[in-house]
């Protein structure tokens, strides 16, 4: 090979390596992970969510609550603080379903073939730097379980649990911070 398209080849290598690098920094605040977060916010407050919901076991409040805080703090570079935060999270769990999901005969009776759960939490989102971004909505998640399992079992079973919740946070987090 020459010189001159030694020099051509690796020109063009670098111009292909420069490319995405380019339309990356147009994007603004634009990050890997998602977010499309204002570069004026810099912290973050999350309310303990309180649990209004009777059926629901008492862990659920807390749990959920630092579940959400964990979430934020991996997926952004904002600073958690007690309250007052850019970006302000406070809600409610407000139900807690269980209750046949597929009905089924078995022997001319009806029996339920699975049980579902059902987890809603109402969240109200403040942006201070832009209050258009504000809104209050219910969130909400399910997961089946076999009709052998009660709600005790599954109560303790904090990952079934917490799969729900995981996918309800995920909705909270693509809503106020990814814009989806």
């Given amino acids: 090979m020459t010189w001159n398209r030694l020099k051509t080849t690796r020109r063009q290598a670098l111009s292909l390596l420069a490319l995405p690098l380019l339309l990356l ?13 204002d570069p004026a916010v810099k912290t973050l407050s999350i309310q303990t969510f309180q649990n209004t919901a009777p059926n629901a076991p008492a862990y ?7 579940d ?3 979430y934020f703090q991996r997926n952004t570079t904002l600073k958690l603080v007690p309250r007052d935060g850019d970006l ?3 809600g409610t769990i407000v ?4 209750a046949p999901a597929a009905i089924q005969q078995a022997g001319g009776l009806p029996s339920a073939g699975a049980n579902r759960l059902t987890i809603q939490v109402q969240l109200r989102f403040t942006n201070t730097k832009n209050n258009k971004q504000d809104f209050e909505q219910t969130f909400q ?14 109560n303790n ?11 309800i946070i995920s909705d909270m987090f693509n809503k106020s911070v990814a814009n989806w």
């Fill in 141 to 154: 998640s399910q997961r089946d379980f076999a009709s052998t399992q009660d709600i005790a079992s599954i």
């Fill in 95 to 98: 139900a807690y379903d269980f």
């Fill in 68 to 70: 959400i805080k964990d």
């Fill in 25 to 37: 920094s147009g994007c603004g605040v634009y990050s890997f992970n998602g977010t499309n977060i």
């Fill in 88 to 90: 302000q999270f406070e």
């Fill in 157 to 167: 079973d904090l990952a079934s649990v917490r799969e729900i919740t995981r996918n």
């Fill in 60 to 66: 659920l409040s807390q749990r959920f609550t630092e």
